[in-house]
């Protein structure tokens, strides 16, 4: 992780707790081995996270850090949710697996109170919309997020680039996003 020069967790807590200190109930998205559920766990009451993979969920599980782990894809998990149920959500280095992200926003917005959060980074391109890399990871417009974000009913309070990890001596320019439900859709 340090060779990658990987610091989403930390970029993202950094710019949710500059907004809000704690949460209720927060679900981290791609969970993965649980680096973001470690830095979000201190300052959550309820924390949930999902995942596709079962030996990361195995592993998130061996760190006892979060109180459920579901198995599942992040537009499906979402829906599950009870709505308007969440005060935050995270997605660190997540959505660079997915193209088009209309449906993610949509399931985010349905599972987050008013005012709740929605926060995540993702590899940068220019242009309108998005594209798959030669790393075949999606990069997102900034254009893009911004619509999609005001489109699915999110209010945008942070929107930064950052470095997301390295790849060999490159860092990979990226988008770093704090959004409120602030709407109805």
């Not at 981290?28 to 680096?35: E, K, M, S, V």
């Not at 993702?122 to 900034?142: K, N, V, W």
């Not at 893009?144 to 930064?160: C, D, K, P, S, V």
Request: aromatic share 8%; proline share 1%.
């Amino acid at each position: 992780i340090q060779m990658l020069g990987y610091s989403a967790p930390q970029q993202l807590h950094a710019a949710i707790a500059a907004i809000r200190s704690h949460f209720e109930q927060a679900y981290d998205l791609g969970c993965g081995t649980g680096l973001m559920g470690e830095v979000l766990r201190p300052h959550v009451d309820h924390l949930s996270g999902c995942d596709l993979s079962r030996a990361m969920l195995q592993e998130a599980r061996a760190k006892q850090i979060y109180d459920r782990l579901d198995g599942d894809d992040v537009v499906h998990a979402l829906t599950q949710q009870h709505a308007a149920s969440l005060d935050l959500i995270t997605a660190a280095d997540v959505l660079v697996y997915i193209g088009a992200l209309t449906d993610v926003f949509l399931a985010a917005h349905h599972a987050l109170k008013i005012g709740g959060l929605f926060a995540f980074t993702t590899q940068a391109c220019a242009g309108e919309r998005f594209i798959i890399g030669e790393d075949l990871r999606s990069a997102h417009s900034e254009r893009y997020l911004r619509t999609q974000a005001l489109q699915t009913g999110f209010e945008i309070l942070a929107f930064e680039a950052v470095s997301v990890r390295q790849d060999g001596d490159q860092a990979v320019r990226g988008w770093l996003c704090v959004l409120r439900n602030s709407a109805d859709v």
